[in-house]
Structure formats: structure tokens, C-alpha cells
């Protein structure tokens, strides 16, 4: 199977269900930052601190995976496969990393800046790809239909990588940088 097809060289790609559009379209901007976020996600998944964390993270991977192929297809040429629906489950499960992660957590008493170490300061871009993924959901959601579970899951994700950090930031030992209005 050859890699390149060429069917994108005049700035069109390919929806599920056969549609063409712009690369530009909304729908490729917001799975295309999905698909941002998973390589980052993978990335982050790469250290070491955070190999008791990998079954969280590579099914973090499968849902992002899962909701690109969400926002993929036209749902006015095809249905939504089944494999392609984020559920109420699938947002709990994050609810619940996040519960467990908190629980050993010193409890947030000022603003935390991204960084204090390398696994901290990628879970911080993830956080932030997060952010902006969510916020190319919701442009989406103002022209097709969405469902409110992949917003969700979404907006959970960002809460879930903030934690994370704190997280391993503590299990390494590495310093929270607080932030301080005064300089």
C-alpha cells in the first residue's frame, strides 16, 4: 500500500462517508489538534516517571484516536460507528484518575506555572493542546452536530494532564514553580 495518493496535492482531503473539503475546514482543524495532542500524548507517555501511569495513557490515546474518527465523518453521508462514540463512561474514568491523583496531591493554594520538570512540562502542552482542541470542538459543534461527551471528555483531558503534573511532579520530587504577581 503506497503511503502518499495524492488525492490531497489541490487542498482537499477526504471525510468518512466519501465527502471532499478544504483542509482548511473545521472539522480537519479540530481532529487534526486531536491528532496533535496524541503524538504529544505519546511522547509524554515515553519517560519513565510515568510508566505506572501508560494504561491511563494509552487508553487516553485509544479515546483521542476515537474522537478523531468522530469528527471525521459526515454524518450527512454515513452514520457515526459505533467504534467512534465517546461515552459516559469513557469521561468518568478520567473523573476517577483525576479523584486518585488528588487525593496525594497537597492541596492548590496559588497558580502553577508549566515546567518544574520535563514529564511536568510536557503534561502541561498536553493541557494546552487539550485547551485548544476543545475549543476547535466547539467551533464545530456551531456549524454540525456533536456530541456533548466527546466536549466533555475533552475539557477532562485538560484537568486530567494538570493533575498529572502536579503528579509526577511530586512522585519525582521536582519542584511546582508557584506563580507570583510580584517580580
Same mark, same amino acid.
Given at each position: 500500500?503506497?503511503?502518499?495518493?495524492?488525492?490531497?496535492?489541490?487542498?482537499?482531503?477526504?471525510?468518512?462517508?466519501?465527502?471532499?473539503?478544504?483542509?482548511?475546514?473545521?472539522? +480537519?482543524? &479540530?481532529?487534526?489538534?486531536?491528532?496533535?495532542?496524541?503524538?504529544?500524548?505519546?511522547?509524554?507517555?515515553?519517560?519513565? &516517571?510515568?510508566?505506572?501511569?501508560?494504561?491511563?495513557?494509552?487508553?487516553?490515546?485509544? %479515546?483521542?484516536? @476515537?474522537?478523531?474518527?468522530?469528527?471525521?465523518?459526515?454524518?450527512?453521508?454515513?452514520?457515526? &460507528?459505533?467504534?467512534?462514540? +465517546? %461515552?459516559?463512561?469513557?469521561?468518568?474514568? +478520567? $473523573?476517577? $484518575?483525576?479523584?486518585?491523583? !488528588? &487525593?496525594?496531591?497537597?492541596?492548590?493554594?496559588?497558580?502553577?506555572?508549566?515546567?518544574?520538570?520535563?514529564?511536568?512540562?510536557?503534561?502541561?502542552?498536553?493541557?494546552?493542546?487539550?485547551?485548544?482542541?476543545?475549543?476547535?470542538? @466547539?467551533?464545530?459543534?456551531?456549524?454540525?452536530?456533536?456530541? !456533548?461527551?466527546?466536549?466533555?471528555?475533552?475539557?477532562?483531558?485538560?484537568?486530567?494532564?494538570?493533575?498529572?503534573?502536579?503528579?509526577?511532579?511530586?512522585?519525582?520530587?521536582?519542584?511546582?514553580?508557584?506563580? !507570583?504577581?510580584?517580580?
Amino acid at each position: 500500500m503506497k503511503i502518499y495518493t495524492k488525492t490531497g496535492d489541490q487542498g482537499e482531503t477526504g471525510l468518512i462517508g466519501g465527502t471532499r473539503v478544504s483542509k482548511s475546514d473545521v472539522r +480537519i482543524e &479540530a481532529y487534526g489538534t486531536i491528532d496533535e495532542l496524541n503524538s504529544f500524548l505519546g511522547l509524554l507517555a515515553s519517560y519513565e &516517571a510515568l510508566s505506572t501511569e501508560l494504561i491511563t495513557l494509552e487508553t487516553i490515546q485509544h %479515546r483521542l484516536f @476515537v474522537i478523531g474518527s468522530y469528527l471525521a465523518t459526515d454524518t450527512n453521508m454515513t452514520k457515526i &460507528a459505533e467504534v467512534s462514540i +465517546i %461515552r459516559s463512561n469513557d469521561i468518568e474514568k +478520567i $473523573e476517577q $484518575e483525576i479523584d486518585k491523583m !488528588n &487525593a496525594v496531591l497537597p492541596e492548590l493554594r496559588a497558580f502553577i506555572l508549566p515546567g518544574g520538570c520535563i514529564e511536568a512540562s510536557f503534561c502541561h502542552i498536553c493541557r494546552t493542546i487539550s485547551r485548544r482542541a476543545e475549543r476547535r470542538i @466547539v467551533e464545530v459543534s456551531k456549524f454540525y452536530t456533536i456530541d !456533548n461527551h466527546v466536549i466533555i471528555y475533552t475539557n477532562r483531558l485538560s484537568d486530567y494532564f494538570f493533575t498529572l503534573a502536579r503528579y509526577i511532579s511530586l512522585k519525582i520530587g521536582a519542584k511546582e514553580i508557584l506563580w !507570583n504577581s510580584v517580580d
